[in-house]
């Protein structure tokens, strides 16, 4: 690899290009490509683990419950009598339920081989 300064790295990824990191020594390139491959693997392990959950019956009862209590509920609503900071936070609190539900759904569509567009929060 050859001797840059913190300079030269700034200013390579200022370009935007991803180009600066080709100057990468190639031992260090065939390891970052063996780690993503095996966080690949790990990620598709994860997948396949959901949905070995999901297809259980006692698996199907929790996602139900789980989509009962936040997909299936709605996330803002107008309280009267309480300030709009706490009906913000709380809507923000919902969502970030909802989002997580969704991961886990996402990720049993992806270990049955699925794909699940991405969520509609309009």
């Known amino acids: ?70 997909l299936d509920r709605t996330v803002f609503f107008v309280n009267l009598g309480l300030d709009p900071m706490s009906m913000a936070v709380f809507g923000a609190f919902r969502e970030g339920q909802n989002a997580l539900a969704h991961e886990i759904f996402r990720q049993i569509a992806k270990g049955q081989g699925e794909t699940l567009l991405p969520r509609d929060v309009t």
């Not at 200013?11 to 065939?30: P, Y």
């Not at 959901?50 to 789980?66: C, M, N, R, S, V």
């Open 1 to 70: 690899m050859r001797d840059r300064n913190v300079q030269d790295i700034v200013a390579g990824a200022a370009r935007s290009g991803w180009e600066w990191f080709e100057g990468a020594d190639e031992r260090i390139r065939e390891r970052l490509d063996v780690r993503q491959s095996l966080e690949g693997e790990d990620a598709n392990a994860v997948s396949r683990a959901w949905a070995d959950f999901a297809a259980t019956p006692g698996g199907e009862k929790a996602l139900l419950a789980l989509a009962k209590a936040t």
